[in-house]
């Protein structure tokens, strides 16, 4: 069983496996605000196709920062708005997102 910890916490409490027990544990969701994620291009719903910069194909992968989160009708996160490196934002279904990987050293960068 898992439950939102609350409104823009990107927090889940998650009943523990064990047998018989009541316990939650919290845990942080991939998709916290302020996450690094990837995503393919395929993926994004907005901006639609002819808004995207030229030479970018459907399975291009991109990497952003989550800056903020849209509703579904009821379904409470269903996008995430992800800011480019360029500054550019895009809209994305969460389930499509994956976590970056941590980088360890500043200067690595892309």
């Not at 194909?57 to 952003?64: A, I, K």
């Not at 708005?81 to 970056?100: F, I, N, S, T």
Request: hydrophobic share 35%.
């Amino acid at each position: 069983m898992e439950r939102n910890g609350g409104a823009g916490s990107g927090l889940h409490l998650t009943k523990a496996p064990a047998s018989g027990a009541s316990k939650f544990i919290l845990r942080s969701c991939p998709t916290d605000k302020g996450a690094r994620v990837l995503f393919r291009i395929s993926d994004v719903f907005l901006p639609g196709p002819e808004e995207l910069p030229s030479g970018l194909v459907d399975d291009t992968e991109r990497e952003g920062a989550i800056v903020g989160f849209s509703d579904s009708g009821p379904k409470h996160h269903a996008f995430a708005v992800v800011e480019l490196d360029d500054g550019q934002k895009m809209v994305v279904p969460v389930e499509k997102l994956r976590r970056a990987a941590q980088e360890t050293d500043e200067g690595g960068g892309r």
